[in-house]
């Protein structure tokens, strides 16, 4: 994906007079890059496809002032302006990202404006709006008719057989010229925004809602998809599930591993705004499907007996059974004449490790005398660690939406009404706003793990039964006490 391109301009926007109306022009040629980290910066995609819905986002906000969408129409007469029409004003969310569905086929230009040394001044985003050409039309029914000869029926199944196509077919253009739709489709191969647009057409046509996602990971800027399956909104990454290098789609050697993805997992290794919030764990696939046969091999015996003997652990009682996953133990799985191998440092591994400790935490272990016993385990500093749990409900909180790392407040309605059972609040939060958590019918556990995280009094107005979890002394536990919730001492 390429960089945004971010202008601000010299002056306040020019009005030039006309017979009839004032006229507001842009030029580009009068314009500067953003020269300071601290000035306003939009993000987001350049060249979206017509009918998509994508977010945007407007870092360093602090003192934007308002945020307009402009239709631009080029000026004939004079190459590198444009008359900038049919203003909208722009309402950010709360973590200054929004978005917005392009219908027609058009540039339009997003105009911040922000206070600069006490003055007036704007940050500008140029867009491009592409439209579907016949080609991609007849391709995406061409897929979409493959699709239904499956005998993919249901939402699931339906962006799984899509999510496939892709990985089967394209390959990523290590070139970087491919950023539409017919990269992936027609030519297949193209870059991330090639996939993520492609996968978005393919969803459109059966109607799934989705939208493309944009965001930062370790190789810079990206784009990837949010989907709506069932009543569960989850993130799909097809580009990380396919293998890159050569000039060849390359089979056998795709992976799921960012398919169908919660907020806390994708988190770990994409940087983004949260437009509809992803709390469960039901739609990653491996939690749906089972990992393939290596992953089951490692769990049921190289986690549990061959490496580590947590089972030998769990049958004397101990209250905390623990591995390390060193960097120079792996998981390798042969077939196809290729080798696949997870280690520590592989793309994804840290996503791997959470959800078979997800998965375990759902796993009766057997105790002193063969009975149940259940272990909460979590995955961090490349260990896997479980903890007894004398109820075996506590247990769920390894299924919690966990609020992402380096988030500081949870803003007014951030995560109200949402599905999860379980919630985990890092001790990087230091405030939960108004009705952050309300009305959440599902909502019965909450960890704070902050000592001095302000709560608003009406933080989980309307979520009934809820168990507060936090340190003894802490703010969670004196907001428990003064509003009538539980609290369980963590």
């Not at 003997?309 to 905390?320: H, P």
Request: hydrophobic residues 35%; contains cysteine; aromatic residues 12%.
């Amino acid at each position: 994906m390429e960089k945004p391109i971010v202008l601000i301009l010299m002056c306040i926007l020019m009005l030039v007079t006309c017979a009839n109306a004032e006229e507001i022009v842009y030029r580009q040629d009068v314009h500067r890059a953003a020269s300071t980290n601290k000035e306003p910066v939009i993000t987001g995609s350049m060249n979206p496809m017509v009918g998509g819905t994508y977010a945007y986002k407007v870092l360093n906000a602090e003192k934007v002032q308002q945020v307009t969408l402009f239709e631009a129409y080029p000026i004939d007469s004079e190459p590198g302006a444009y008359s900038l029409r049919n203003g909208k004003n722009i309402t950010l969310n709360a973590d200054s990202s929004f978005q917005y569905t392009f219908t027609s086929v058009k540039s339009y230009l997003i105009c911040a404006s922000y206070v600069k040394d006490k003055q007036s001044d704007n940050v500008f985003f140029f867009i491009d709006v592409t439209g579907q050409s016949d080609d991609i039309g007849k391709k995406v029914k061409e897929i979409a008719q493959l699709c239904r000869q499956s005998g993919a029926s249901a939402d699931y199944e339906i962006a799984l057989w899509l999510h496939d196509w892709l990985t089967h077919h394209a390959y990523y253009d290590m070139t970087y010229s491919e950023h539409g739709p017919e990269g992936v489709l027609i030519k297949g191969y193209g870059v991330c925004e090639s996939y993520s647009q492609a996968y978005q057409m393919l969803l459109n046509e059966f109607g799934i809602p989705n939208y493309c996602q944009t965001g930062i990971t370790k190789g810079g800027n990206h784009e990837w998809n949010v989907v709506k399956l069932g009543r569960e909104w989850c993130h799909v990454d097809v580009t990380y599930d396919d293998p890159t290098g050569g000039n060849v789609a390359v089979t056998g050697q795709e992976k799921y591993t960012y398919f169908g993805l919660p907020d806390s997992l994708i988190g770990i290794d994409h940087t983004y705004s949260v437009t509809y919030p992803c709390t469960t764990w039901d739609n990653i696939y491996y939690v749906r499907k089972g990992f393939p046969p290596i992953y089951s091999k490692i769990i049921d015996e190289g986690f549990l007996q061959e490496v580590t003997g947590l089972n030998e652990q769990a049958a004397k009682g101990l209250k905390t059974i623990s591995v390390d996953v060193s960097e120079g133990y792996c998981i390798e799985y042969e077939a196809s004449a290729y080798r696949f191998r997870v280690r520590r440092s592989t793309s994804g591994a840290n996503i791997i490790f959470p959800v078979m400790a997800y998965l375990k935490s759902r796993t009766p272990m057997k105790g002193p005398g063969g009975r149940d016993v259940y272990y909460h385990f979590t995955y961090a500093d490349h260990t896997l660690t479980g903890t007894l749990q004398t109820d075996p409900t506590v247990s769920k909180l390894s299924s919690a939406f966990v609020v992402p790392e380096g988030v500081k407040t949870v803003s007014e309605e951030a995560f109200a009404g949402i599905a999860a059972e379980t919630v985990r609040v890092p001790a990087c939060v230091t405030g939960i706003g108004s009705r952050a958590f309300a009305d959440c019918k599902k909502l019965k556990h909450i960890c704070i793990e902050g000592n001095n995280t302000v709560i608003a009094r009406d933080a989980f107005a309307g979520t009934a039964g809820l168990v507060i979890h936090g340190a003894a002394g802490s703010t969670a536990s004196r907001f428990a006490a003064a509003y009538g919730f539980e609290f369980a001492e963590e």
